[in-house]
């Protein structure tokens, strides 16, 4: 069985999630994000893009409703004991299904939450969920019960997340190392997954962030590759990746002489980065780190160059995205507390000179000071 987490880590989550459960006065909860199956009882699969749900009772039953092509997968990677199998066929309806086992379970009639903020609960199977409990139960959102309990990371997760932080390091350094005029981004990709790959990591939730030229100033993946000029930039975004946990780190990186431009924006990159280190503290909120960083950044003029929100958490994240939460946006009023690992990056994009300059790095929140995981040199690159 590939189960990464001790027997009594399991239990402890398993403890808090029916206290939390008790304190949200929850008969049952339906669990729908693959991060949250994985936290419970570490089921691991990305089969999440079809109907499953977990079903956790107030009295401490778990049973997982899936398809066949993830029973082995259920057995292997989990401690799942109960699995049951909705089977494919156009007259398929496992959301009556589950809510024949919520009802075999002693739910009917009860309070059962539901994660409805999952990409594991597509708007249309929302709907036949909520059809097929019609007068069965009553469905509530509670989609960030096991979010909030992820959140804080046990030394058992800290330990894969400092993993996760030297296979982002490693990363880092085999595109620095390849980056000059006439690489071509793909070379570079290449080696950053390497990387990663051979120090034991993972596929990341989400595509690696890379782009030059213009194209230095988009925040996301695109298709297609381009060969640097001798003065060139180049954005990228990346995570180490282990066990799913993720460490993200992001750059830009100068070829050749750098554009004034560059030299100014990256200072107040590293200034206002510094300013929102200082305000990780537990006591402090999601909003007053971008509060710092909107302070640090509309201080050196670069209000028109900055986004609306500067980070966010990072844990064990499937697909489509490796952020979590919270993010660090105006008036967030989540509290940060010891324990919660927390990416913050600055990004700058100016697209009047078409200059990008992005900083960012992986922190732990503790009793004091954070703990930067990753990249312990801010310097700007130039290569």
């Given at each position: 069985?590939?189960?990464h987490?001790s027997?009594?880590?399991?239990?402890?989550?398993k403890?808090?999630l029916?206290?939390?459960?008790?304190?949200e006065?929850?008969?049952?909860?339906?669990?729908?994000?693959?991060?949250?199956?994985?936290?419970l009882t570490?089921?691991?699969t990305?089969?999440?893009?079809?109907?499953?749900?977990?079903?956790?009772?107030?009295?401490?039953?778990?049973?997982?409703?899936?398809?066949?092509?993830?029973?082995?997968?259920?057995?292997?990677?989990?401690?799942?004991?109960?699995?049951?199998?909705?089977?494919?066929?156009?007259?398929a309806?496992?959301?009556?299904?589950?809510?024949?086992?919520?009802?075999?379970?002693?739910?009917?009639?009860?309070?059962?939450?539901?994660?409805?903020?999952?990409?594991?609960?597509?708007?249309?199977?929302g709907?036949?969920?909520?059809?097929?409990f019609?007068?069965?139960?009553?469905?509530t959102?509670?989609?960030?019960?096991?979010?909030?309990?992820?959140a804080?990371k046990?030394?058992?997760?800290?330990?894969?997340?400092?993993?996760a932080?030297?296979?982002?390091?490693?990363a880092?350094?085999?595109?620095?190392?390849?980056t000059?005029?006439?690489?071509?981004?793909?070379?570079i990709?290449?080696?950053?997954?390497?990387?990663?790959f051979?120090?034991?990591g993972?596929y990341p939730?989400?595509e690696?962030?890379i782009?030059?030229?213009r194209?230095?100033?988009?925040?996301r993946?695109?298709?297609?590759?381009?060969?640097?000029?001798?003065?060139?930039?180049?954005?990228?975004?990346?995570?180490?990746?282990y066990?799913?946990?993720?460490?993200?780190?992001?750059?830009?990186?100068?070829?050749?002489?750098?554009?004034?431009?560059h030299?100014?924006?990256?200072?107040?990159?590293?200034?206002a980065?510094l300013?929102?280190?200082?305000?990780?503290?537990?006591?402090?909120?999601?909003?007053?780190?971008?509060?710092?960083?909107?302070?640090?950044?509309?201080?050196?003029g670069?209000?028109?160059?900055?986004?609306?929100?500067?980070?966010?958490?990072?844990?064990?994240?499937?697909?489509?995205?490796?952020?979590?939460?919270?993010?660090?946006y105006?008036?967030?009023?989540w509290?940060?507390v010891?324990?919660?690992?927390?990416?913050?990056?600055?990004?700058l994009?100016?697209?009047?000179?078409g200059t990008?300059?992005?900083?960012?790095?992986?922190?732990?929140?503790?009793?004091?000071?954070?703990?930067?995981?990753?990249?312990?040199?801010?310097?700007?690159?130039?290569?």
């Amino acid at each position: 069985m590939a189960l990464h987490f001790s027997p009594a880590e399991f239990a402890r989550r398993k403890e808090s999630l029916l206290a939390a459960m008790e304190r949200e006065k929850l008969d049952g909860l339906l669990l729908f994000q693959q991060e949250s199956m994985y936290w419970l009882t570490g089921y691991d699969t990305f089969g999440f893009c079809f109907f499953q749900s977990l079903l956790v009772t107030a009295g401490g039953d778990i049973v997982l409703l899936t398809r066949s092509a993830d029973l082995r997968q259920a057995e292997l990677t989990s401690n799942i004991e109960d699995i049951r199998i909705w089977r494919d066929g156009r007259d398929a309806d496992p959301a009556g299904e589950l809510g024949a086992i919520a009802a075999e379970k002693g739910l009917a009639g009860k309070r059962i939450g539901v994660e409805y903020e999952s990409y594991g609960l597509v708007a249309a199977n929302g709907r036949r969920l909520d059809a097929a409990f019609d007068g069965l139960a009553q469905l509530t959102d509670a989609s960030l019960v096991v979010t909030r309990l992820r959140a804080v990371k046990s030394q058992e997760e800290l330990a894969y997340v400092r993993r996760a932080a030297v296979l982002a390091d490693e990363a880092d350094r085999a595109a620095i190392a390849l980056t000059r005029a006439g690489a071509d981004e793909g070379e570079i990709l290449a080696a950053q997954h390497a990387a990663i790959f051979r120090g034991g990591g993972d596929y990341p939730a989400n595509e690696f962030i890379i782009g030059s030229g213009r194209e230095a100033l988009l925040c996301r993946y695109k298709s297609g590759r381009r060969v640097l000029d001798p003065r060139d930039q180049l954005t990228l975004e990346f995570a180490g990746v282990y066990r799913h946990y993720h460490v993200a780190a992001m750059r830009t990186l100068v070829i050749g002489d750098p554009r004034p431009e560059h030299l100014t924006y990256h200072r107040a990159a590293q200034e206002a980065l510094l300013a929102c280190e200082a305000a990780m503290r537990p006591g402090k909120t999601a909003g007053d780190v971008f509060t710092a960083h909107a302070k640090a950044l509309d201080a050196a003029g670069l209000a028109g160059h900055r986004l609306n929100a500067c980070g966010y958490s990072l844990g064990a994240k499937f697909t489509p995205s490796w952020m979590d939460w919270p993010m660090f946006y105006e008036d967030n009023d989540w509290p940060l507390v010891p324990g919660m690992v927390m990416f913050a990056h600055m990004i700058l994009m100016d697209s009047q000179s078409g200059t990008a300059m992005c900083l960012g790095r992986t922190y732990l929140v503790t009793e004091g000071a954070p703990d930067a995981l990753n990249l312990s040199s801010l310097d700007l690159v130039l290569c």
